[in-house]
């Protein structure tokens, strides 16, 4: 196994990137980041702890879900999930964290890199309710590298050919894969009633 353990022995093999490569990547949002994020209901947020032990989380509203403050600032409004809390975790321990943001039918993606931190600011987070309740935290992200990316990992993937969505019933339901992998006995319509069930009454 041939394992590379240097940046020049990849350069040796990559080259060097284009000039517009680099040149693309703003300090701050701008008019086409802005109007990107603002159409965006999907981003995949990385994070890691203080060992570098990484965690990529989903993240996920009608468009325009991250509300953008200012030219560097953004904020994630946390809404109901496992209660596990890894990101906001990970970020009171590290707080550099990287955001992609998805535009359904678009190719190409938005990638912004910053600072994050909590907050429980009312002021702040009233704004983001949504059918009357309010996030119990926010995560601002302040901005220091923002380009977009081209869109050829989603051209490979074609994932916005809905001829290429898979079938429901391809794969078993949320509630029935966890009770398998924790040796849980549950009845199959129990389990898929209980994850139904948890998607229309908590997503907010």
Same mark, same amino acid.
């Given at each position: 196994m041939s394992i590379i353990e240097d940046i020049g022995e990849i350069r040796e093999i990559y080259g060097q990137p284009m000039e517009r490569t680099i040149k693309k990547q703003l300090p701050r949002l701008e008019k086409h980041s802005r109007a990107f994020i603002a159409m965006s209901p999907f981003i995949v947020m990385a994070t890691c702890d203080a060992e570098g032990r990484c965690d990529a989380s989903p993240k996920g509203d009608a468009p325009g879900f991250v509300h953008v403050l200012d030219d560097e600032t953004l904020l994630i409004p946390d809404r109901l999930g496992n209660n596990r809390v890894d990101?906001?975790?990970n970020i009171l321990q590290h707080p550099r964290v990287?955001?992609?943001?998805?535009?359904?039918?678009?190719r190409e993606t938005l990638r912004v890199n910053g600072r994050a931190q909590i907050t429980v600011d009312p002021a702040l987070l009233e704004p983001t309710a949504v059918n009357g309740k309010m996030p119990r935290s926010g995560i601002l992200v302040s901005a220091d590298e923002v380009y977009?990316?081209?869109g050829k990992a989603l051209i490979r993937s074609d994932l916005w050919n809905p001829e290429k969505h898979? %079938? *429901?019933?391809?794969?078993?339901?949320?509630?029935?894969v966890i009770a398998e992998q924790i040796g849980q006995v549950v009845e199959p319509k129990e389990a898929e009633r209980a994850t139904e069930e948890s998607?229309? %009454? *908590?997503l907010y």
């Open positions: 990101s906001i975790g990287g955001l992609i943001f998805f535009v359904p039918g678009i977009f990316h081209c898979v %079938a *429901r019933g391809a794969f078993p339901s949320l509630g029935i998607y229309a %009454a *908590r």
